[in-house]
């Protein structure tokens, strides 16, 4: 739940609520069955869920990417600025994260 400094408008409050509840995505009525832009060999489309745009991979200029990689770059800059060890970012060696949670998680299987 967001807090007092950062709270929730009422359109991201009700596709969080949407989001949980498993409905519909109001705000993707209407762009569903359009499709997403990606290189991958899946063809992906818009779902009224929202799962599609969550699971599609190899997206063009995806928004959530560039907030991905834009968040991953200051961190690591600020890593780097604090001479700290990290994996990813600009700074990072290596800098991909790639794998990192697959050599830890299959011990787990």
Known sequence: ????????S???FRSAVQIKA???QSALKSLIDNP????????????PSGYSQKNAT?????????NHDS??????SWLA?????HTGGNNGKP????????RISYRLS
Not at 40 to 46: D, E, H, L, Q
């Open 1 to 8: 739940m967001p807090g007092p400094l950062a709270p929730f």
């Open 10 to 12: 009422t359109a991201e």
């Open 22 to 24: 498993g409905a519909h």
């Open 36 to 47: 997403i832009a990606s290189t991958a060999k899946t063809i992906y489309t818009v779902d």
């Open 58 to 66: 190899e997206v063009n200029n995806g928004g959530t990417r560039q």
């Open 71 to 76: 968040f991953v770059d200051t961190l690591s």
């Open 81 to 85: 600025r604090a001479r700290k060890s």
């Open 95 to 102: 800098r991909t994260c790639k794998g990192i949670f697959s």
